[in-house]
Structure formats: structure tokens, C-alpha cells
């Protein structure tokens, strides 16, 4: 099998198959969604440094930039836009790849089509390929590939490539081929999303700007070889523990899509913390419980939360976002974890800072071993007068098992732009 092939046929075959309701809703909530995490990072760091390093590059073209509101060439349009989108950490996930798919997917997508003036339902079919491909592939690599690659800068790299080569009017032959050179181009390891730095929210940008160069050489008639995803040398050979996982990546074609699946991020941080949120949210609700109350919090979770979430000394706003202490913190003394959470007031305030010494983080076997498809927590809360209180949750508000509303996705859209 070369898979590579079998992507393309997939993704080809969105050209023409009918839209159904669920489908052409999701698309609509994934890009909504995008523009919710997208506009409030054109306004931050490193999208506006690279705004200004990067003017001379914006050559001419119809895709609009979100930045600096100019109109650009589609991949400098889509490399922008894409970093913005990934900054204040509030972009889509399919959960079962551990994977952003809207940030380079939907900057990519949505560059081409404006440039190139196409329909919405284009740009939707497009989008929905670009997922589709992307999501499945990281079915094949996943769990393993997380271990030391940024699978939203490496896999995204081919899910911009594949709605890129779309919008370009490649037939199946060279979306294949896009897929194949997007995989040459895919990087970004894990070293960099451990600590402070701007390269985490540069990954998706990177990952649309090179699948964009690999969608428009594949239209060109540049060409790859085969087996470039599943060879022995190949794209999980050498980002994971084998040459994939390819019948988990094929498993339900047909039966669903991977957009009507993604997770919309109810809470601005990293999603490896929302199971600690949900269950301390749970439990203050339940026991009419305020902060001043609780001795002690301990969370049990999957091995990536204690491996990336345990930062009792965040530093920075993208520091804190990623501190399990931080978040909890955060939202037991002001009730949510939006953009005001990191606000350099915020993140000052004694009370949330003494509260968070009260927190700490261990890995658990059994979830690290039901992880990535189950994102769960165990929590003990230990009260000032000596009750424990135990809870263990299963599920994350906006996983699928429990969808953000159409409602409460305007909502956070409204609350954040």
C-alpha cells in the first residue's frame, strides 16, 4: 500500500460527494472557531514582530492578512495568520491525534481562496480534505510521534498541503505528490514547546507556509516519491515507533470525517490541562466550595499533563498556559480561564499565586494508557477541616462526547475577539 496514494483519492473524492448537514456545519464551526483563536493573536507577539520583519516578503496577491490587515501573497498570508492562531492556545483539537488541525489548515485553505477568489463551498471541501488527510495521518503516528514532535507543526504540514492542492485544482496524482513533498517539509520538535520562547506558536505557521510550497509545487507538476508515508524510510518511520498505524488512519472512511469530530477548546490554555478544569469546576459546583476552603489539590493524569503541565513557577502568559497550578488557580479565584486569565494583573494577584503551592501533578498508568482517545483526571481535594473528596473526570466540555453548542461557540468568540 502506499498511503500516500490512498489519502489522495480520499481527499479527491471531496470534490464531488454531497455535503451532508453535519458535515457543511462542522466546516463552518471549525472556521469560526479559527477566527475566535485567531484575532486576538494578531494583536500579540510573534505574529506582529514577523509582520514588520516580513513586510518586504508580502509581494501581491489577494489573501488577506490578518496582522497587519494588508493583502498578501497566500503564503505569507497563511504563515501569519497561522502563528496568530496557535498564540493564546484556544485552537480546535482532534483528540484522538493529539492535533490542531485549524491553525495551518484553515490559514492555508482560506488564503488560496481568497486570492484566488473561489466559492465558499470550494474552500469547504477543501477544508474538510485538508482535515480529513491531516487528522487520519496522525491516527498512524500517534501516541509515539508526540514523544518528540509538535504533530500540529509536522502533520499540519501535509493537511495545509492537501486543502492548498485542492483550491489549486490538482487532480488526485498531484495531491499525492503534495503529500509527499509536505512531508519533506514538516518539522517542529517537542524541545520547543517546553519552556519560554516564540517557536510553539511559529510551528502551525510554518507548517501553512511549507504545505502551501508543497500544494503549489505538486501544481506545477514537481512530483515525490512513493511510499513517502509509509516506506521504511519513509514520514512515520522516521517520526514514530514503526511505518504507521495505517489501519487505525483508514478505519471509518466513509462512516465519518475528522472536522465533524475536532474539539472546540472551552478554556484558553493547553488542552492537556482541561480534565483537572472540568473536575475542580465539577466539585466547587457540587459542594458550594470556595478557595479558601481547600487545604490541598492533587491531580493524577495521563503522562503528557505531568510531562508538559507541571509548572508550579509559570513566568510568562504562554508559560502560565501551560501550568496545570497556574490555570487552576486562575480559574478557582476568577471563574474562568479565558484571555483575562494571563493578563499581567492577573497573573500577579497573591491570592492566585498562593493558591497555587496547594497544587501538584503526577502521572497516572492506567490513564497515560487509555490516552490519546480518553483525556482524563483524577483529583483529591483536601479541605481545611480534613474531608477528602475524590473525583475523576472522564470527559472534557467541547470533546465530542460533550460538544460546545453552536451557541456557546459564538459565545466564546464573542468573549475573546
Known sequence: ?????????????????????????????????????????CVLAPATVLAKALACDRGSGRAQCYVDGVSSTPRHAALLNAIASHTVEFDDIFRDGGYHPGSPTVAAALAVAQDRNLSLEMFQRALIAGYEVGCRISLAVQPSHYEYWHTTSTIGTIGAAVAGAMLLDCDEEAIGHAIGLASSFAGGHQQNLQGVGAAKAMHPGHAADAGLLAAYAAAAGLTAATGVLDGIKGFAAATSESTGNWAAAFEGIGQWTPIARVTVKNHGCCGHIF????????????????????????????????????????????????SLQYCLAAQSHTGV??????????????????????????????????????????????????KEIFHIQKTRKGDPEDPLADAEIVSKYLAVC
Open 275 to 322: 480534565p483537572a478544569l472540568d473536575g475542580l469546576r465539577t466539585i466547587l459546583a457540587e459542594r458550594n466550595l470556595q478557595p479558601e476552603q481547600i487545604a490541598s489539590i492533587s491531580v493524577a493524569g495521563y503522562a503528557a499533563t505531568a510531562k508538559m503541565c507541571d509548572r508550579p513557577h509559570p513566568v510568562s502568559a504562554q508559560d502560565a498556559r501551560f
Open 337 to 386: 480561564v479565558r484571555l483575562g486569565a494571563f493578563t499581567s494583573e492577573t497573573m500577579a494577584r497573591h491570592d492566585i499565586r498562593t493558591f497555587m503551592s496547594k497544587i501538584r501533578v503526577m502521572a497516572d498508568d492506567d490513564l497515560t494508557a487509555l490516552y490519546p482517545r480518553r483525556r482524563m483526571a483524577k483529583l483529591v481535594v483536601k479541605l481545611l477541616d480534613g
Open 1 to 41: 500500500m502506499d498511503a500516500a496514494r490512498k489519502f489522495a483519492a480520499l481527499a479527491a473524492g471531496w470534490r464531488h460527494k454531497t455535503l451532508e448537514a453535519e458535515v457543511e456545519t462542522a466546516a463552518r464551526r471549525a472556521v469560526l472557531d479559527w477566527f475566535a483563536t485567531t484575532l486576538p493573536g
